[in-house]
């Protein structure tokens, strides 16, 4: 099968779960919008709320269906209900899973990545050729219930040794504050975020998130302009 041709978001906001986070995300500058499917999260979607929420952001954003360690039945519902450009795999994908739910939907998918050390950026090449995107997330703790960085972000100076071949979405721990230092340092593809831009769990806030798209702006100019910079 052809490999799709995916060009990767500059910014997205995951865990929208209201028109009007949509509308914020989407006017203040996201190119992508993420809607999570996980019980154990504050953001999860249903599965019969997820066509009219898609349908509000298509055409006018990149629509990601987050999901972890989700089976065939439930992916083939996820992607019937959304339609989604993008799969986020959130859990302990393998790269073969990867490359199995690549083959049986014909789309992009992007497999998060948990990252405590350099040995976690070392194990992120498992996914080369395999994924069309990775997210770079904190390495959650042992003890977590749900994966991601739940709001904290990893050592980035990481990132000057490692660089993974994949583009790649810098994610956890970042805010409105430290975005435009974050891009401006790692210079990833693009940046994602979900607690960062919130008042409360799983509830989006407009002015966060448009102090968030303005400082993401700021960091790629800082940073020299459009695209990854390696």
Known sequence: MTRPLITPPRAK????STPESIDWSVGAGADAVGFVHFPKSPRH???????????HARGRAAIVV???DADDALLDALVGAADPEVIQLHGRETPERVAAVRARFGRPVMKAVGIGSAADLV????????????????????DATRPGGLGTPFDW?????????????LSGGLTPTNV?????AVR???????SGVESAPGVKDQALIRAFMAAVEAGRRAAGGEGETR
């Not at 906001?13 to 929208?16: K, S």
């Not at 979607?45 to 349908?55: R, S």
């Not at 490692?162 to 790649?168: E, K, L, N």
């Open 123 to 142: 194990a992120a090449g498992r996914f080369d050729g395999v994924a069309d995107l990775l997210l770079l997330d904190a390495k959650p703790p042992k």
């Open 157 to 169: 100076s990481l990132l000057a040794d490692h660089r993974p071949a994949t583009p790649f979405l």
């Open 45 to 55: 979607v249903a599965l019969e709320a997820l066509p009219a929420l898609a349908g």
């Open 188 to 194: 990833p593809a693009g940046v994602d975020l979900s």
């Open 66 to 68: 987050l999901t972890v």
């Open 180 to 184: 435009a230092d974050a891009i401006a």
């Open 13 to 16: 906001i995951c865990g929208l």
